[in-house]
């Protein structure tokens, strides 16, 4: 499964910005859904994730600017991003754990392709 994501680009800081991404095709459930963050020199880390529930969990640093939520019908994780700041200039990476028949045991983790999200200062 090649989850496809969208809505990077350049923005001025203090700007908005909205990704999302989406599991195509047939899907039997999907479990977490997050949103991971590469910048350059740096390790990839997680940004915020939302269980099947609706719990959500965000990183220190994006706590009150950033919402993420899921629409389960539309197996699509979304990731609002508000105030942004120069530091949040990454590749974000969507991730889901999901199972695509009911056959499948136990769950797999997908990666999308990254989207690259640029802040000027």
């Known amino acids: 499964v090649q989850l496809q994501a969208s809505g990077g680009g350049l923005v001025q800081a203090g700007g908005s910005l909205r990704l999302s991404c989406a599991a195509p095709g047939s899907i039997f459930s999907i479990n977490a859904m997050g949103w991971y963050r590469q910048a350059p020199g740096k390790q990839r880390e997680l940004v915020a994730a939302i269980t099947s529930g609706g719990r959500t969990n965000y990183a220190d640093s994006v706590k009150g600017r950033f919402t993420v939520s899921r629409d389960n019908a539309k197996n699509t994780v979304y990731l609002q991003m508000n105030s942004l700041k120069p530091e949040d200039t990454a590749v974000f990476y969507c991730?889901?754990?999901?199972?695509?028949?009911?056959?499948?045991?136990?769950?797999?983790?997908?990666w999308g392709q990254g989207t690259q999200v640029t802040v000027s200062s």
């Open positions: 991730n889901m754990d999901l199972r695509q028949s009911p056959y499948q045991q136990t769950m797999t983790g997908y």
